[in-house]
């Protein structure tokens, strides 16, 4: 093991091997200094380094050459020096720069959250909440395209994309050849297969968890509920083709769709099969593990069961302990 | 009669053909250097010559190369950047249609110094009479033994290479120009790794403007020290200049660096003035990319001196007074010509070649298009013009390559020096479709307090 290079990032020192990227070294401290990451995707080589989001300011170069970085870095494509200096929330210069990005982003979005699936676990809406304005400046018509059918399990919606190229990198990686990818440019780029070809492949289903926005929807799914009102439950199955592990999302008895497992990050652990993912919508398909973990800060977790223990004030009075036996049944059996 | 160094010979009848460039001294650099000096010797003569790159950067070409990895077992590639796609810029494209011998024994001494075996002349896809050219020069000089294998004997094998692009502007940015060579789609790479490290398929890479390539033919002749006394300070030698626009004699002039712009645009020796008797009004001085300038700033400098033509004297006063040398195209505006019709055109040129691989150029360049086009057509607002000076702001060092910078700055310049023009068409929405604005204030000499140094 090489020796490990000590970063600063926001005051606070880390180490890290070397070769780490500054956002990666970020997520090792955690917390409110990691920068958004919108393109990034660890699990995918080459993401990156595209919206701009994650712009960090590099005050310190290194130990050797303190000088700082003339401009702001892309910290999900630039490796940490030893002794560098990053400033993320702490800088201003940063944060204006992240909203002007967020609102660069937001021009030419749709912004029809109210019927759109992601909604309620989408990054962009994240962004947007935390860095965006109240009104757009943008007075022009935004641009729109039709929507595309991938196939008969995925929609393109390409309004809401916003170019990450995640699935791109999906289907280059996991898929066995490629059959979607980025036509014309500039404003006027659009995610499209070739000749509206359908994505046909074991693992093509994975496009829709690494899109960050709504473009890419589950046609099981779409327009069945809002992610608020399911409840994640952590499960597996025995199967042939991918690991087995998802996450099911229930509403009342019916599994409404089922997803690979994401990270704090967002990010899929492991990537699933199109039959996991359209095809097993039966709880007796699957072995349920646990609730799945869901941040305080989602909008999700507003209805999750897994904080559904008793208040401290219902602990110690027995009187209020008769009063709510039915939920502490449940609670119980949780 | 300055010196010409590039563009000597131009005149000269059949200079295109082998025959008559050997008569004129033509290859005479490519036998130096394979017969009596080093790969090393050649990159310690273009570092003495301070050469700076042709293409826009100006970064010194000598220091390129010597950055270069030199991996054992791993190939090395020249690519020749032909990409020339600035509105404004055409040296480039004169230069491979008039002297195509001179850039192949560009290449020939530049690949012996990088150690090359293959090189790449990537010529913008447009540009199909300058490829058929280079073509047949390739065959001229490969039946002549200056390419090939063990070329004039001297055991150095090179295989010349001439690849049409699409004619996208973004692959004349040296990384998506790699991509674009390797026939994937010609989008900028993210840096690092630079092409010396990682560059053509992975492999150890120098990117060259066709210019730059060229002069180190005269470096080689005369040698470095020789070249480094012509032009002045640190910028050395002599520039290709095409200039365009409002003047009587436009067209590709070969300067020597240093040069008074006031001597450029109104000496008979090179632009003649200004076109139809009428008053210069202002300046792009090095293509579509750098920022505009009024006329009193483009002649003289903030505090009074003349400007000249190199890489200092017209980056002098940084963006508040200054401007850049770029790829040098030089385009020159007359009194007649609305400043903000111009900043609209670039904007929609920027526009039209973004990649759309990152977003602030993606959505940004197309924001700045609608709103200066409004403004231009009477619809505009008076907080537009602050909102375009915010867009580009936001634009501007927050993209992958500098494409977005070179987007924002056009149309950040132009509202910094000509903010009274962009409010006058907000006010005047009818008149200013009749009329123009006329010259204002902008030729009259500078008073220090007027010179705004903020934004």
Known sequence: ?334 | MARKLLLEHINVPGINTLDVYRQKGGYRAVEKALKTLSPDDVVEEVKKSGLRGRGGAGFPTGMKWSFLAKPEGVARYLVCNADESEPGTFKDRYLMTHIPHALIEGMVVASYALGAKTSYIYVRGEMMPQIRILERAIAEAKAAGFLGKNILGSGYDLELYVQPGGGAYICGEETALLESLEGKRGNPRIKPPFPAIAGLYGCPTVVNNVESIAAVVPIINESGDEYAKIGIGRSTGTKLISASGNLVRPGVYEIELGLPVEEFIYSDEYCGGIANGKRLKATVAGGSSVPVLPANLTLKLANGDPRLMSYESLSEGGFATGTMMGSGGFIAFDEDQCIVRNTWNFSRFYHHESCGQCSPCREGTGWMEKVLHRLEHGHGKMSDIDLLVDVSRKIEGNTICPLGDAAAWPVASAIRHFRDEFEWHVREPLKSQETNYGIAKYAEPIAKAEVNTEN
């Open chain 1, 1 to 334: 093991m090489s020796e490990k290079v000590k970063v600063t990032i926001d005051g606070i020192t880390v180490e890290v091997e070397p070769g780490t990227t500054i956002l990666n070294a970020a997520r090792q401290i955690g917390g409110d200094i990691v920068p958004p990451a919108m393109c990034y995707y660890s699990k995918l080589e080459g993401s990156g380094g595209k919206c701009r989001t994650c712009i960090v300011k590099v005050s310190k170069g290194s130990e050797k050459d303190p000088r700082p970085m003339p401009k702001l870095v892309a910290s999900c494509r630039t490796t940490v020096m030893d002794g560098m200096e990053v400033q993320n929330i702490t800088s201003p210069e940063v944060m204006e720069a992240r909203a002007g990005v967020v609102e660069i982003l937001l021009i030419n979005h749709p912004l029809d959250c109210p019927v759109c699936d992601q909604a309620g676990e989408c990054d962009l809406q994240n962004l947007g909440y935390e860095h965006g304005l109240q009104k757009t400046r943008y007075e022009f018509e935004r641009r729109t395209f039709e929507r595309i059918d991938i196939g008969d399990k995925i929609q393109l919606h390409m309004n809401r994309c916003i170019l990450c190229y995640r699935c791109v990198f999906t289907a280059d990686q996991i898929t066995n050849k490629r059959v979607h990818g980025i036509l014309n440019r500039g404003d006027h780029s659009e995610i499209s297969t070739y000749i509206q070809t359908a994505v046909d492949n074991d693992f093509s289903g994975n496009v829709i968890d690494v899109c960050p926005v709504g473009a890419l929807t589950d046609k099981t799914f779409r327009f069945k509920n809002r992610v608020w009102f399911t409840k994640p439950v952590d499960a597996h199955r025995d199967c042939p083709t991918c690991s087995g592990k998802v996450t099911l999302w229930y509403k009342g008895a019916d599994v409404l769709r089922v997803t690979a497992r994401k990270d704090i990050y967002g990010e899929v652990e492991e990537f699933i099969c199109n039959t996991c993912r359209f095809d097993r919508k039966k709880t007796d398909d699957w072995v349920i593990e646990h609730p799945t973990h869901i941040s305080d800060a989602s909008v999700i977790s507003s209805n999750h069961y897994e904080t559904m223990i008793p208040l401290p004030v219902i602990q110690e009075n027995l009187r209020l302990q008769k009063a709510n036996k039915v939920e502490l049944e449940k609670t119980a059996k949780f």
